[in-house]
Nanobody, 126 residues
Framework: QVQLVESGGGLVQAGGSLRLSCAATGRSFSGFNAGWFRQAPGKEREFVAA????????AYADSVKGRFTISRDNGQNTMYLQMNSLKADDTALYYC???????????????????WGRGSQVTVSS
């Protein structure tokens, strides 16, 4: 089992940057494939980015490709989402998620994830 806690959200102007962190406690984070999702007001939660348990493979939603970077530090049991060139449309509650697996993979389907954080709010003013 693993517990996930997001941090680093806040209010930023359009064009600015933020870095979200997801701290994992419990089982070693290196055994988990992980990802970021977001939910804007009145919309369904959607995939943002995913990273394999080793960190060697990543995947991104088209809407954030080239602007966001997912990474992880298994030694620190932490995953990151660097967000640059932020837009008003990026305003949402951002969640990190993890699923334990023997195989390294990037997982984009949210129903494949077993563990979720409570979210960190990102608000981008235009």
């Amino acid at each position: 089992q693993v517990q996930l806690v997001e941090s680093g959200g806040g209010l930023v102007q359009a064009g600015g940057s933020l870095r979200l962190s997801c701290a994992a406690t419990g089982r070693s984070f290196s055994g988990f494939n992980a990802g970021w999702f977001r939910q804007a007001p009145g919309k369904e939660r959607e995939f943002v980015a995913a990273i394999s348990r080793t960190g060697e493979s990543t995947a991104y939603a088209d809407s954030v490709k080239g602007r966001f970077t997912i990474s992880r530090d298994n030694g620190q049991n932490t995953m990151y989402l660097q967000m640059n060139s932020l837009k008003a449309d990026d305003t949402a509650l951002y969640y990190c998620a993890a699923v334990w697996s023997l195989a390294a993979a990037t997982i984009t389907r949210q129903n494949a994830y077993d563990y979720w954080g409570r979210g960190s709010q990102v608000t981008v003013s235009s």
